[in-house]
């Protein structure tokens, strides 16, 4: 997977298995959308998006009107005002296929209407999307690759936050030190890659938190600051 964007500016992940392929979130202006994918929009076979933040959502519209197909919950498609037959709604723990690829959406926790991560399976291979999350109440077995969010540590907090930023910040992100603790908690037996998505642009330390999850699991990692 190719990380286009990965932070509160905009988000964007392209997924491919050389024939198929799915956007991740929509979270720039359409213009970058197509600029990011060589103006071959329509190679895109459909588009998840998490949430309805606009940071991951902002080009939620104008992909339906392009006649992408955009799949997402009923909160975020009403948060959104998303409406029309390019809209298919999902609900957690409720399997669906596009082409090859084999979904698995589950809730995830964030100041949202209804947020979903995502499990996306091809083949042999199993991926782990969530972000915009302060933790991730299931646990996973065969996964392959895992995107998964980052946001800030305890230590990394800038002291200058203000009190309702700070808050906010750990009730709707997930933390090094939860990540750790979920991390520890899976299978990672196949887990070939994990790559540490949305960091905060001011209470995270990329090299840091590279160092810390590579070290505690033994599994290259790598971060995504697009």
């Known amino acids: 997977m190719t990380a286009y964007a990965s932070s509160s500016k905009g988000n964007m992940y392209h997924l491919s298995d050389g024939e198929s392929s799915l956007l991740l979130e929509c979270g720039l202006p359409i213009k970058e959308i197509k600029e990011a994918l060589n103006h071959r929009l329509h190679d895109i076979d459909a588009v998840l998006a998490t949430h309805e933040h606009q940071d991951h959502a902002k080009a939620a519209k104008d992909i339906t009107q392009a006649g992408i197909d955009l799949y997402c919950s009923s909160g975020t498609a009403e948060a959104l005002n998303l409406t029309g037959h390019r809209l298919h709604l999902v609900k957690a723990l409720e399997q669906f296929k596009i082409g090859p690829w084999v979904i698995l959406p589950f809730d995830t926790e964030h100041d949202a209407q209804e947020p979903l991560g995502y499990l996306i ?15 991730v109440r299931y646990r996973f077995k065969g996964l ?7 946001n800030y540590s305890k230590e990394t907090l800038s002291p200058d936050l203000h009190p309702a930023q700070r808050r906010r910040l750990l009730r709707s992100h997930m ?31 990329a090299q840091m938190f590279k160092d810390v999850v590579q070290g505690a699991t033994g599994i290259p990692t790598y971060i995504e600051e697009a």
């Open 121 to 135: 399976q091809n083949g042999s291979d199993k991926l782990l999307f969530a972000t915009d999350t302060y933790f």
């Open 144 to 150: 392959t690759v895992i995107f998964i969010e980052c």
């Open 175 to 205: 933390s090094l030190e939860t990540l750790l603790k979920f991390l520890a908690e899976n299978d990672l037996t196949l887990v070939r890659e994990i790559h540490l998505i949305h960091l905060s642009d001011g209470n995270s330390n």
